[in-house]
């Protein structure tokens, strides 16, 4: 259960810091004989930061409550 609530603890801070990324994917427009035209395309992903900050007082709630069960 120490783990779970260590990598919420990570996930959540990163997610907080960090409130998104972009993916970007190729997309092949045309192919004709040997010449190849190619479309790179940048999608955004973005979560709230209040996202982040609930994955982390998850975390550090399940710490606590798991250090006072095996105590």
Known sequence: MRTVA???IVIG???TVFTGFNLVTKKE???IGPIEIN???KT???WSPVTGAIL?????IVLATSKR???
């Open 6 to 8: 260590i990598l919420l």
């Open 13 to 15: 801070g990163i997610m």
């Open 29 to 31: 427009v045309a192919d």
């Open 39 to 41: 479309k790179t395309e």
């Open 44 to 46: 955004p992903i973005y």
């Open 56 to 60: 982390l007082v998850a975390g550090i």
């Open 69 to 71: 069960n095996t105590a």
